[in-house]
């Protein structure tokens, strides 16, 4: 019988992958920025609050300020005025729209089986 490899060596722990993925992506809105970035490649923050219904200026801010400094966007401020600032992925936000893809057929299979 083969051994399953385990989703966490500590649960919840320093060691975690997941935990960390949560931490990075976790939350209501950081997976919805990260579509809409991903499909429009460079969008501005009215751009941002009017594709995601729902979302305050607050979240978006505030989960903006968190995926710059986890490294999965990158925000670019043009000295114009008004001021311009746009955003977009960097490699590494890259790497997880797969991953994120396999969620979604995962999540429209599992609601079509409900």
Known sequence: MQKKEPLCDSIGGEGCGLKKVIDVVGGKWKILILCVINQQ????????????????????????????????????QYDEMPVRVE????????ELIPILLELKHWGEEYDNKI
Do not use: C
């Open 87 to 94: 955003y977009s992925l960097t490699e590494k936000a890259k």
């Open 41 to 76: 490649e460079l969008v501005r923050y009215g751009d941002l609050k009017r594709s995601i219904q729902g979302i305050t200026n607050t979240m978006l801010s505030n989960s903006l300020k968190d995926m710059v400094a986890d490294g999965l966007v990158v925000r670019a």
